[in-house]
């Protein structure tokens, strides 16, 4: 491979802003993985504790005011709610006993 067809030297190419970035991106990878892992033995899944952070800092938000906060789809805050509601009761949405 001659000098003008070779690939460019990647230290010039990446700059130290892309080396940030994706440290950023790994970090927060991390401390999903981890926060997923201590949360998993209580059954809630991350956008169920996202909802309830948001109800616990503002409880008087309603599910389109949620959604927007959290940058989700109102039918998804939807789903969580349900999901913590069935948890809590024991009891589904169509009235089916979940308890054990």
Do not use: Y
């Amino acid at each position: 491979m001659n000098e003008k067809t070779a690939s460019p030297n990647l230290q010039n190419v990446v700059s130290d802003d892309d080396r940030a970035i994706f440290l950023m991106d790994e970090i927060s990878r991390a401390a999903r993985r981890a926060f997923d892992e201590r949360t998993q033995p209580i059954g809630l899944h991350r956008t169920q504790w996202r909802v309830l952070a948001q109800l616990i800092k503002e409880p008087s938000l309603n599910q389109s005011d949620i959604a927007k906060q959290l940058e989700l789809e109102s039918a998804t805050v939807g789903l969580a709610v349900t999901a913590l509601c069935e948890q809590v009761s024991g009891v589904s949405a169509n009235g089916t006993d979940l308890r054990l």
